[in-house]
């Protein structure tokens, strides 16, 4: 049961520069997420889907496009890179989304923007 | 709005001291749950616990306990005889009955134990 996944875990981009960031889970949760981490700041929401074809707006969308057209997959696109974009991304699922369910988490991926 | 606050940015205790770390939420809903993570230096997050709004019993687990308290809206965590392996980031974070689609996080506190 690999959990939550995560690629890449690693990527350079310069301004301008678009990737997606991909998150696929096994587990066969109905919520997936996109969290951003920085320095002094925890996490804060980027997009989250709460079902296949349905996805909503966290705390800090702007500069990033979600979709979800199955249920085990949630990539986040960043379509065109700025320097304030370098962070550390979690994606994170769990089985329905009600305040109960923990959440659980994939190993992360650190981008940098130059 | 929902709101987590550890106001404790790094603490540093040397092995075998007990630490608290503490966490205050603000929140209007009735019902809502309360979960402590641990980051390691390898990076990844580790739930801890989750504590929902109706349960204040205290919870204890091996050298780790958490004390709820409504009144004062606060969940704080104590880790006792610690040792170096609790040295990590540790974050408090909330996620409530109307806004349950968003775990909200404190800033985390750094802890740092020395051998």
């Known amino acids: 049961n690999a959990g939550v996944t995560q690629t890449p875990k690693f990527q350079v981009l310069k301004t301008g520069q678009s990737m997606t960031l991909q998150c696929a889970q096994d587990?066969?949760?109905?919520?997936m997420s996109w969290y951003r981490q920085d320095p002094g700041m925890g996490l804060r929401l980027i997009h989250y889907?709460?079902?296949?074809?349905?996805?909503d707006q966290g705390e800090v969308p702007n500069g990033y496009n979600v979709s979800r057209s199955t249920t085990e997959d949630f990539p986040l696109r960043l379509l065109s890179a700025a320097p304030s974009q370098t962070s550390v991304y979690f994606c994170?699922?769990?089985?329905?989304?009600?305040?109960?369910?923990?959440?659980?988490f994939g190993a992360g991926s650190r981008l940098t923007v130059l | 709005a929902q709101k987590v606050t550890q106001a404790q940015t790094e603490i540093s205790v040397v092995e075998k001291e007990d630490v608290t770390l503490d966490c205050v939420y603000e929140?209007?809903?009735?019902?809502?749950?309360l979960f402590w993570y641990k980051q390691p230096p390898s990076g990844e997050l580790v739930f801890l616990i989750r504590?929902?709004?109706?349960?204040?019993q205290n919870e204890i687990s091996g050298r780790y306990s958490w004390n709820f308290q409504k009144s004062t809206s606060s969940f704080n965590f104590t880790i006792t005889a610690s040792q170096v392996v609790d040295s990590a980031v540790y974050f408090c974070?909330?996620?409530?009955?109307?806004?349950?689609?968003?775990?909200?996080f404190g800033q985390g506190t750094r802890l740092t134990i020395n051998p």
């Open positions: 889907s709460v079902g296949a074809g349905i996805t």
């Open positions: 504590r929902n709004s109706f349960d204040e």
């Open positions: 994170a699922s769990s089985l329905r989304s009600s305040g109960a369910n923990v959440l659980t």
């Open positions: 974070a909330l996620r409530g009955g109307s806004g349950a689609q968003k775990l909200v």
């Open positions: 587990m066969n949760h109905e919520y």
């Open positions: 929140t209007r809903d009735t019902t809502y749950y």
